[in-house]
């Protein structure tokens, strides 16, 4: 299952959620009308409800779920994720990914050095960044293709290429 965004608290009294994606382009995310959806907070067990309707208003995503008739079952719902199954995403053209087959890749420096795995992307506006942790080191890898020699989900592998400056 795979989390695609958040609710960050309840809008207007009549049990609308202000959901937080996880993506820039609402357009990458499947239409979740009527679906059963699984819905986790923290550790706690996995919810289930289904969603009614969704819409976009002032920049805000709002959603609306079947068991939310008002406010006071709205808030309930504060800082739960939406989990939807792998397979409800449409596939990608090739050189395309979504975050989340991203995220754990193993990268690695020109020279073959493992540099870390990918444990957030950043979006910029520009390009995405990639944030590469190895323990305390971090390094910020930006998703260019004079940067990012080859990606391979498969293997969960990312090559980069040398860039002066990147690594120092």
């Known amino acids: 299952m795979i989390a695609i ?6 809008h207007g009294v009549h049990g ?8 820039s382009d609402l ?8 679906i059963q959806l699984e819905l986790r907070r923290g550790t706690e067990a996995i919810h289930t409800c289904r969603l009614v309707a969704w819409r976009t208003a002032h920049k805000k995503v709002l959603v609306r779920l079947e068991a ?3 406010v006071a079952q709205a808030e309930a719902f504060r800082d739960y994720e939406i989990l939807i199954p792998r397979q409800a995403f449409p596939g990608l053209p090739e050189g395309e990914y979504y975050w989340f087959e991203l995220e754990g890749l193993a990268v690695y420096a020109s020279d073959g050095r493992c540099l870390g795995s990918v444990t957030e992307i950043i ?6 960044v990639f944030v590469v942790r190895d323990g305390p080191q971090e390094t910020l890898v930006p998703a260019l293709k004079t940067v990012v020699r080859s990606i391979d989900v498969g293997c969960g592998e990312m090559h980069l290429f040398a860039v002066p400056g990147l690594l120092e």
């Open 68 to 70: 939310c008739p008002d």
């Open 27 to 34: 357009a990458l995310l499947p239409d979740l009308t009527g």
């Open 123 to 128: 979006y910029t506006g520009s390009n995405d």
């Open 5 to 10: 965004g958040r609710f960050t608290k309840p």
């Open 16 to 23: 609308e959620l202000v959901f937080l994606p996880y993506v």
